[in-house]
């Protein structure tokens, strides 16, 4: 973007790029949608002289300096957790604001930053006219603290992944990965959780342990055993990381999923293509305690990593355990492995709508765009 040239001007605006920005281009008008970061680069002088006008100097009020020069109609984020965006209505009341769920939300957060959740419990006047949440628990949980209308849509990149070819199921036990893209030291602070500190060690060891585990657990019962990793095959810590354990990289956008969904069973702590796959019926189990050994019992306790949150559910089930006990979780990976498809179905029933939805081509999303007057591929004007 030129610094003196106004910003390109369209009725939907959608900020920042990434966290699956590019799948809402799927569904709507491209000629009427720019994708795009108000912060990245140089400023905009224009921007800063309709800011500078306003008589409002900050961050802040250079963004709605700028959606102001878009004329947008509408403004998107894929970012549900920037606490920003929910200010934005109070200052432009006639644009039309949208969040869209990207990741599982708590209250452990970067270090020096304060819990999501906490954050906007803290701060009036939030609003959002809609927020398109995973389930129904956190679309509730939302409209606790920011005046919104919520729609459990799930997970669109989720929604959007369709196998390239009719699945066999491989003999195979997939772990999940939730390692970092960041390299540091182990004794570093890597998160935050009310004022007490985490390590990367600390945050990260779980993940080592239950490998081990599962290794074990698929060399008694005659099953292979395979990291999904997170990251590219070129990151190599993540590899180092996991060995002597095989790890599966992220080398295409759903090389992820179309591993998952060959495995016979999954085993993830806290991430959300866990509830993702759980979602889609396959057979998944969960684990919550990621920070059982940690030194600090407020740590030790937090409910954000357990099953479900914020939904409250027992801390324990039939497919989830709440810490590291090696012999609760071969028993649940057994029970769940010895379940018929029928039984395993009407289990997960419950849980699925509550906590993340599945719905195939994201009819929900494109129907609500639609509803809602966004200028969608099918023709109808914003």
């Not at 700028?66 to 894929?78: D, E, G, S």
């Not at 990149?157 to 030291?185: C, D, E, G, H």
């Not at 342990?209 to 990793?229: H, M, P, S, T, W």
């Not at 002597?244 to 080398?251: A, C, I, K, L, W």
Request: hydrophobic residues 35%; aromatic residues 12%; contains cysteine.
């Amino acid at each position: 973007m030129s610094i003196f040239r106004r910003p390109q001007q369209a009725p939907v605006v959608i900020y920042p790029k990434g966290k699956s920005s590019d799948i809402l281009l799927e569904y709507l008008d491209k000629t009427q949608v720019i994708v795009t970061n108000p912060w990245e680069g140089s400023l905009n002088l224009p921007t800063i002289f309709r800011m500078l006008l306003s008589f409002k100097f900050s961050r802040f009020h250079y963004l709605i300096a700028y959606l102001q020069l878009t004329r947008a109609k509408f403004v998107i984020t894929t970012t549900d957790n920037d606490i920003t965006f929910y200010r934005i209505k109070k200052y432009l009341p006639a644009v039309t604001t949208i969040a869209i769920q990207n990741g599982l939300r708590g209250n452990y957060s970067s270090p020096n930053s304060t819990g999501f959740l906490i954050e906007i419990s803290q701060e009036e006047e939030l609003a959002c006219d809609y927020i398109l949440t995973f389930g129904q628990s956190m679309g509730f949980e939302f409209q606790k603290h920011i005046q919104t209308k919520f729609l459990a849509v799930g997970s669109i990149r989720n929604n959007l992944f369709a196998p390239s070819s009719v699945i066999q199921k491989v003999n195979q036990l997939a772990y999940i990965s939730q390692l970092t893209n960041r390299a540091l030291r182990p004794d570093e602070q890597f998160a935050d959780y009310l004022g007490n500190p985490i390590s990367y060690q600390e945050f990260y060891a779980a993940e080592k342990q239950i490998c081990d585990y599962l290794a074990n657990y698929c060399a008694e019962r005659g099953l292979k055993f395979l990291v999904c990793g997170k990251q590219n095959s070129t990151f190599t810590a993540e590899q180092d990381f996991f060995k002597p354990h095989e790890v599966s990289g992220r080398n295409e956008p759903f090389s992820s999923y179309e591993l998952l969904n060959a495995s016979k069973i999954l085993v993830s702590l806290d991430s959300a293509i866990g509830y993702e796959f759980l979602s889609r019926g396959n057979r998944v189990v969960i684990v919550g305690g990621r920070f059982s050994h940690h030194p600090n019992k407020t740590v030790r306790e937090m409910p954000d990593i357990k099953f479900g949150f914020p939904a409250e559910l027992p801390t324990d089930g039939p497919f989830w355990i709440s810490d590291l006990s090696e012999s609760d979780l071969k028993d649940r990976l057994d029970s769940v492995r010895s379940m018929s498809d029928e039984s395993w179905t009407d289990l997960i029933k419950p849980y699925q709508d509550l906590l993340m939805r599945f719905d195939p081509g994201n009819q929900i999303l494109r129907k609500t765009f639609s509803d809602i007057g966004l200028p969608t591929v099918s023709g109808k004007p914003a």
